[in-house]
T-cell receptor, first 112, second 111 residues
């Protein structure tokens, strides 16, 4: 069964460093998403991406964040200058259309 | 903005018992999704409900969306240890793809 994959599973970085989180969505899906979950808190929407552009973003997704689909398979989230409060589990998701979003296993990011 | 409240926050049941988890929305639901999350892992899709009064079942799990589309319930029959995890309800608003999630219900099933 096709699934969303994410790399790395864990990432430790120093405050102020740039990180790139990678995702491979399900192959025939057209919509891509990033969510995050701070430890003990709700899953929060960050951004959705369709047709090579951002279609929707939350107030969390500020200028420090960017997304890209550099080739036909990968979807990336970049955090330009990490802060302590960026420590969280980041989930990628994808959907065929305006339907069910399928989530990846997540990348646990720890900012020191 | 839409808020989803789940109850109970946690639940411990004996294996074989039935249980129900509720999800109440502050606004009319457009699409309601149930996911299961094991601690520290990804979200596994369970079911989606869109129509008022809709009910769906998969194996021993049944989800319902009430007629007014502001509350959903997830019912597990004859619970097993494999049902243990965190159950999350999520909802999208008309015209938007962003999912809003509830805080989750942590389920433990004791053998």
């Amino acid at each position: 069964e096709p699934e969303v994959t994410q790399t790395p599973s864990h990432q430790v970085t120093q405050m102020g460093q740039e990180v790139i989180l990678r995702c491979v969505p399900i192959s025939n899906h057209l919509y891509f998403y990033w969510y995050r979950q701070i430890l003990g808190q709700k899953v929060e929407f960050l951004v959705s991406f369709y047709n090579n552009e951002i279609s929707e973003k939350s107030e969390i997704f500020d200028d420090q964040f960017s997304v890209e689909r550099p080739d036909g398979s990968n979807f990336t989230l970049k955090i330009r200058s990490t802060k302590l409060e960026d420590s969280a589990m980041y989930f990628c998701a994808s959907s065929v259309g305006w339907e069910t979003q399928y989530f990846g296993p997540g990348t646990r990011l720890l900012v020191l | 903005s839409q808020e989803l409240e789940q109850s109970p926050q946690s639940l411990i049941v004996q294996e074989g018992k039935n249980l129900t988890i509720n999800c109440t929305s502050s606004k009319t639901l457009y699409g309601l999704y149930w996911y299961k999350q094991k601690y520290g892992e990804g979200l596994i899709f369970l079911m989606m409900l869109q129509k008022g009064g809709e009910e769906k079942s998969h194996e021993k799990i049944t989800a319902k969306l009430d007629e007014k589309k502001q509350q959903s319930s997830l019912h597990i029959t004859a619970s097993q240890p494999s049902h243990a995890g965190i159950y999350l309800c999520g909802a999208d608003a008309a015209g938007r793809r962003a999912l809003t999630f509830g805080s989750g219900t942590r389920l433990q099933v004791q053998p």
